[in-house]
DNA sequence: CGTGTAAGGAATTCTGACACG
DNA sequence: CGTGTAAGGAATTCTGACACG
């Protein structure tokens, strides 16, 4: 981990591909974008996704065949985000104590 | 290594985002391609490329400028093709014998 | 809300060729 | 041999909108 990371996170799929990776339709990972679900970078206005963003795509797609809209996935995203900081912080502070 | 693997040889990247990761022209990449030292697949005729054929066309590239022709670096990658799989043999003879 | 689709345009990629050397 | 370039075409992607619900 974290050297070989430099793969998992480059952004450089195109939405054709991660289409066929995910087997979401270019409407769908556009849509998700919309609801801040992901976040591709750009390339002259050409979106550009990472390993890390297939499989967080495939995790929404299983959320919503499980009918867990949009909304509550961002929510829960937050959530998470939010437990990692904190975790962060523990770890900041805890790391050279124990 | 081996799950994470994936991402390193999933063909998955255009001839665009390749050049700007190796500094390469596009036609340098296709012709060492011709050249057969690089093997993307192809998608609707489309070019793919993995992110361990872009750390091989960094290879290529320090090596074209230490002036090595495309047919010497094609030997090379040849003679450690036959290292390997000898290497393999080798271990399938002796992995249960030491 | 979530997704499909047709529409027109912009950016990408492809091949074969000519050029230089 | 290795690489640049202009040329014309094919495939990709983008956005905003209408549709259904």
Aim: glycine fraction near 6%; proline fraction near 1%.
């Amino acid at each position: 981990m974290a050297y070989d990371d430099s793969y998992k996170f480059k952004k450089v799929i195109s939405i054709g591909i991660v289409s066929e990776l995910t087997g979401l339709s270019q409407r769908q990972i556009r849509y998700y974008e919309e609801r801040k679900l992901i976040f591709p970078d750009r390339s002259k206005g050409i979106r550009k996704y990472s390993f890390a963003d297939v499989e967080q795509l495939m995790d929404i797609a299983n959320k919503r065949e499980e009918g867990v809209t949009t909304r509550e996935i961002r929510n829960e995203m937050t959530k998470e985000i939010r437990q990692k900081m904190l975790q962060g912080q523990m770890n900041a502070h805890f790391r050279f104590r124990a």
